[in-house]
């Protein structure tokens, strides 16, 4: 794949490495101290090092259970069609439709599959040692995320109401086993080293973890969902990466389903406008901004600005907390404005003959599927018409030293 890398400021970049390394230290050993000493500390029982769950990844459990469940899953449409249940797709009714009719081979045939050989191969023509480090890097970072998610949608099965949000739920909780079992091992046939999570990541999800109640929806539907959602809009056309475009589908539906719970049970005032909520929500979005920067050597090298990444995410997430009722103390209008700001500031002191950009109308949802799922999740957004439209290349101003 032809890639057009950008350049960077490798002594920023030194710089941001430096600061998140010196960081992680920090926090970890403050973790660890406040563990031993019972006082709280990390919450997620998960090896980021490892890219696994403490105990270990123990494949075969996954594979007599998760896997077997999956190919067990049965729907209600095909077995009692009496009932009210929708739950068949496309193919499968096709199927139904077809019952009583003699299928040819080529109705018959499943779609091939590239073997695990031959799918690394296809890595490595299209991309160099260094590309495929900068892919598992950004990747990883949503990666991490999934173990989270896992975690969080589970614990929020404790906070809804009602059966359908309950099964809404528990949908989501196998869809996020679904993405952290698949997106591992697609990072692991990439033969490069999955890095561990960087202090930012570490920071936003655990504070997503040990939000209360409902506030868990913000963190994770909205914040890390979010991210996620920008993140598999990015790189799903991207040769062998192909994949992320479901991922991208389970994620708008995710990012939907606070939406759509708090129609039958919406949240009170006080809930929506509490000062110390709406302080805590603010609080829990700053480590999702130092890891804008953090990636932007890894993004560079995949020709994506990290600020155009960053400000198309910060509008998306903002747009879906103020429609959820998570307010941050702030108009909308004026917190995008500030950190709009705030990034060209960055830009100014970083890169060479920068001038003024306003990275939060910039959309880096690249496929045209991609794009039309997004179109319908912020139908009501009135800066998705300007993010949506076609791309235009960076203009010499912005290229860095």
């Given amino acids: 794949m032809k890639i057009q ?6 002594r920023v970049a030194r710089l941001n490495t430096g600061l998140e390394k010196n960081l992680n230290t920090a926090v970890r050993r ?10 709280g500390g990390r919450k997620a029982l998960y090896d980021d090092e490892a890219y696994e769950f403490v105990g270990g990844a123990r494949d075969s459990l996954r594979r007599k259970h998760y896997d077997k469940s999956l190919r067990l899953l049965w729907k209600a449409e095909q077995h009692a069609p009496w009932l009210s249940f929708q739950d068949a797709n496309k193919h499968e009714r096709s199927l139904l439709d077809m019952a009583e009719r003699s299928l040819t081979d080529e109705e018959k045939a499943a779609r091939q599959r590239l073997s695990l050989p031959e799918f690394r191969a296809l890595l490595n023509r299209e991309y160099s040692e260094r590309e495929k480090r900068a892919i598992v890097s950004v990747l990883s970072a949503i990666g991490h995320g999934e173990a ?3 975690i969080v949608s589970a614990e929020l099965l404790g ?9 809404a739920l528990t949908m989501q909780v196998v869809e996020e086993a679904k993405h952290f079992v698949v997106l591992r091992e697609l990072l692991q046939a990439f033969d490069v080293p999955i890095p561990r999570q960087s202090a930012w990541e570490y ?17 994770m539907n909205v914040v890390v969902e979010g991210i996620a959602l920008s993140l598999f809009g990015l790189m799903s056309h991207m040769p062998g990466l192909e994949v992320l475009r479901l991922f991208h589908l389970d994620e708008s539906r995710h990012t939907g389903l606070p939406s759509n719970y708090f129609k039958e049970f919406p949240l009170s005032r ?15 979005i700053l480590p999702a901004l130092g890891l804008i920067p953090y990636l932007e050597e890894d ?12 400000g198309s995410v910060l509008r998306k997430v903002s747009h879906l907390a103020e429609r959820n009722g998570f307010h941050f103390g702030l108009p909308r209008s004026v917190l ?22 306003d990275f939060m109308a910039s959309d880096t949802t690249r496929g045209e599927h991609e794009r039309a799922v997004e179109r319908e999740i912020f139908f009501d957004d009135p800066a998705a018409v300007v993010s949506q439209r076609p791309r235009s290349p960076m203009p010499p101003a912005a290229v860095r030293a």
């Fill in 299 to 310: 993004l560079a090298e995949l020709g994506i600005d990290a600020f155009e990444f960053g």
């Fill in 30 to 39: 403050v973790d660890g101290l406040l563990a031993r000493a019972h006082l």
């Fill in 336 to 357: 995008l404005a500030e950190l709009n700001l705030l990034f060209n500031g960055y830009c100014k002191l970083t890169r060479r003959r920068h001038t003024y950009r």
């Fill in 148 to 150: 989270y998610a896992w």
């Fill in 203 to 219: 920071m936003l999800l655990e504070g997503v973890l040990k939000a209360k109640g409902l506030e868990k929806f913000f963190g």
């Fill in 270 to 284: 006080w809930q929506k406008l509490n000062p110390a909520s709406q302080l805590r929500r603010l609080n829990l």
């Fill in 5 to 10: 890398k950008l350049d960077v400021n490798a």
């Fill in 159 to 167: 906070e809804v109401k009602s059966t359908g949000a309950r099964a």
